[in-house]
């Protein structure tokens, strides 16, 4: 990836002397911003922009490092195959037209993918707007010139985005707002090759990359995706794309990206400790703390507020409270330092408001700000202060290197809040951002950032169990052996054969296929009976009359076995199993999914299962930690709780059933789907009481 960020050479196949066009602002930018040779390529000229034109890339003298092509759709698999015959290691194609734009692009593409592997050739796009590096100053870009005439900022975040022109909104509203600096802005587009795995993987390694923020419309290697973001030592953040369905839709006609299953790419980023955005001034905002707060300050989130405006304490002690912070209690040692600067009739709160020590010490030469600040950072309780102030209010006035100071010094993060005069607030801006200074202009988002400094998530690697091997050894061989042979959905005894060879506990149950049989089952079972007519290829029994609860006696036994068959023509067999009484019911699932592989899915369960749309997903195979966290994240975990005087869940066992489920997909990938609902919470623990198993 190195001859993508740092080349000593670029060729730009498609070059144009017309003022106007792309191919002249790629050569223009690279000029202005580039240190080493520069190629233009373009046959109907002999010189451009002072510089030699050649008619072909194989007639530029000398190696070549990286070539820029911007040139119609068409032409690019001939520009490209002449870039391999040069031994170009790697070309970032700029011209869109590819996949985004249906069956002919579609088929263009396909003949880069070709060359791809031919040669070896590493691409980079197509449909994309390239490169820029803020530290090393370089644009490999065709945005325009102007956009960028006033510099950009170095910095330590560097974004993956896989729109183009929203790169160069980015990097346009970051240069005219001067918010944050910036280390690289990577527009990858249709992904053809180079995706946001190879970038990450180059971040993780780029010392000046403190923080990785991305834009994704798809995610092309889910699993991959996911093991590099868990091991990754650096914060990243992801804002997704296509989310609903038109958005989704809109993915495709975009950069042909099929947006994938969103509850399922939400519960992987979470569980890969991935801090998730869901705006673009939002990421960009999130990025720039976790730059300077990359790893999670120490304590619980106990903050105090610092203000000058009783008002703004008030709405901040809101947005801490949803943001899911909680106020700093003070020590006595605290309280007693701020009496010293308060009024006697002003109490010590949190919010700590200023305003009238200020007003009370006016001509004393008493620096209430300076000591309140102290007074809160020395405090054990404080973990992370708020600064709420007035720009342009001579009165209090944030000396952003000392706040830097202070930061780091005591290791707790402090934000500023700050609204007022214009050019005030924009030279804050400025002196914070120098500083690494958190300030914002929106009390919330401020809070929100705070919120995610403090809870960042702790990155752990996939679980190196072999758990291939391990598992065939539990499951008996003519079970193996129906996962092997069978296609579509399996009967509801055989799936939990399955599910129970894994451990998962399920429900007390015989067949029957004949009245004597059924009677012999109940006897054994004993009543209350549940029992259900199972016929080969039937998933949704209960919609076809085929479960009959409250099975009492050997009467109703009788005549529910009689009624079950004659539904089902007297073909299939009776299911009796013992009825299991229990307050909370939860549906669990796994699905392979095409980017992720093995997922494992959580929901409320029963026939509130279509209702409430409350399930969560982790990525198979599990660990313990992970499946804690999965249980956490579920909507619904009073459930699991103890809800309505119904047994608490043992945890630590029902993780074992969650490992043991993703267990079952990462083991046997003919395993489409795995769906079990209810498991019903009863007093003895959890227990699966209907499961399908569908295969391939």
Known sequence: MEFFFSPKSVAVIGASSNPFKGGNFILKNLINTFKGNIYPVNPKYKTMEGLPCYPSTQEIPGSVDAAIIFVPAREVPRAVSDCAAKNIPGVIIESAGFAEIGAEGVELQNKLLEIIQKTGIRLWGPNCMGLVDGVKGHVFSFMAPEAIKDGLIPGHVSLIVQSGMLSGGFLMDIVSNRITGINKVCSVGNKIDVDECDLIEYM????????????????????????????????????????????????ISHTAALAGNNRIIEGALSQAGVTEAHDFK?????????????????????????TSSGGAGIMATDFVE????????????????LEKIFPNWMPVNNPVDIWPAIEASMGKGIDVYKNALNALLSDTGVDAILLCGFAGNATVLFDMAEIAKKSSISGKPIFIWLFGLRDAAFEAQTQAREHGVPLFQELERAVECLSAVIHQKERYEFSAVKVEAASREMVPDDTLKVIKTAH??????????????????VVEEKTAKTLE??????HKLDYPLVMKGILTGTVHKTEKGLVRLNITDNNVAEITFTHLMSLMNQNGFVLLQKQIEGKAEIILGMLQD???GPAVMMGVGGFMAEIFSQSVFAVAP?????ALHLMERFPAKKLLEGFRNSPPVDKDKFSEFLIALGTIGFSHPQIKEIDINPVIISSSGPCAVDATIILD
Not at 488 to 505: F, V
Not at 517 to 522: I, P, T
Request: one cysteine or more; aromatic letters at 4%; proline letters at 6%.
């Open 517 to 522: 049989e059924c009677m012999l089952a109940a």
């Open 488 to 505: 579509g959905p399996l009967d509801e005894h055989t799936s939990k054969k399955i599910l129970q060879a894994y451990g998962i506990p």
């Open 622 to 626: 599990m660990t313990k930690a992970d």
């Open 282 to 306: 939002q990421m960009v905002d999130l990025c720039r703390c976790l730059a300077v707060h990359p790893r999670r300050p120490d304590g619980h989130g106990q903050v105090a507020i610092l």
């Open 204 to 251: 993780e390694q780029d010392a000046q990359t403190k923080v990785i923020g991305l834009y994704l419309e798809s995610i092309v290697d889910g699993r991959r995706f996911v093991g590099l973001c868990r091991k990754s030592s650096k914060p990243i953040v992801v804002l997704k794309g296509g989310k609903s369905a038109s958005g989704a839709q809109a993915a």
């Open 322 to 337: 949803q943001y899911k912070l909680s106020l700093a209690k003070f020590g006595p040692s605290t309280i007693k330092s």
């Open 594 to 596: 095409p980017h992720f």
